[in-house]
């Protein structure tokens, strides 16, 4: 069974949990919460110890009011690594979480011995692009307030394919990959939920996420996962990372931006060979 624990990082209380045994991976979350990993968590554990936590600001962990910067995320990774004793493990990013991974693989490439980047960039364009994110995330929230359930179809209408939206939409408690539904999905949604004031400060970190000048840093092997119907990051951006990172492979899998959950059996097995070889 997985624990679920709390760690102290610089004052600010982090939750994770932890399945499995073996060599360690750590699994980065985006503006989601940790329970984004539900899809990976239970294939995972049966070769490798998996430590998925709440990033600050989200879920169970505190939400200190500040403007986080990248540089704060990726010290309460290092906190959350020196507290387990964990010397090097994996590190397996989605999306914001992506951000995360690389920033903490440039700063403390010792630290890290498999890179897995999904859904990933080396940068937000402008502050404008930022700002509308954010407002959006906002809205998303505000609609969600509303109407759970309506809100819920809302924000994942870019964030599934439509083909798998509608499937859910169809039966809400229909199983996918014997690990979730429509149903369970919105119930997460609305636990621990992100407010508005979690969003403005978790979007200040985008602004410091500028990898581009030094992704050439980053030499272990590298593993970059996109969804070919992505309409939030689209396969250009991880393609410019691929190009910049010299030991790095490309791998485009159907789904949207939740590929991990809507294609959980095929990326686990991505995962599982590409860790493995």
């Not at 750590?26 to 110890?49: P, Y």
């Not at 991974?101 to 440039?106: C, S």
């Not at 004031?197 to 581009?212: E, G, P, R, Y």
């Not at 393609?239 to 910049?244: A, L, M, R, S, T």
Request: net charge neutral; aromatic share 10%; proline share 5%.
């Amino acid at each position: 069974m997985s624990e679920i624990s709390f760690v102290d990082v610089e004052g600010i209380k982090l939750c994770f949990k932890f399945k499995g045994e073996g060599y360690p991976i750590f699994l980065i979350h985006g503006f989601a919460k940790k329970e984004f990993w539900m899809g990976q968590i239970d294939v995972l554990s049966t070769q490798f110890k998996v430590i998925w936590f709440d990033n600050r600001g989200v879920g169970e962990s505190d939400r200190p009011n500040m403007p986080y910067t990248m540089k704060m995320l990726v010290e309460d990774l290092k906190g959350l690594m020196n507290f387990l004793n964990i010397q090097k493990a994996h590190l397996i990013g989605h999306s914001l979480g992506s951000f995360i991974a690389q920033n903490f693989t440039i700063n403390y490439p010792e630290r890290v011995n498999k890179l897995i980047l999904m859904s990933t960039n080396p940068g937000l364009p402008d502050q404008k692009g930022i700002d509308i994110f954010k407002d959006n995330q906002i809205a998303l929230y505000e609609a969600r307030i509303k109407d759970p359930i309506s809100g819920f179809y809302t924000k994942m209408k870019v964030r599934f394919t439509r083909e798998f939206l509608k499937l859910m939409k169809s039966d809400p408690k229909k199983q996918f990959h014997g690990i979730f539904s429509a149903e369970n999905l919105i119930k997460s949604e609305n636990e621990n939920a992100w407010t508005p004031q979690d969003i403005v400060n978790h979007s200040n970190a985008l602004a410091d996420h500028n990898t581009l000048a030094d992704l050439h840093k980053i030499k272990h092997k590298t593993l970059i996962i996109a969804g070919e119907k992505d309409r939030l990051t689209p396969i250009i951006s991880s393609e410019q990372v691929h190009e910049k990172i010299p030991n790095s492979e490309l791998r485009i899998v159907s789904g949207g931006h939740y590929f991990p959950l809507e294609n959980a059996p095929e990326v686990n097995q991505i995962i599982i060979d590409f860790l493995k070889s």
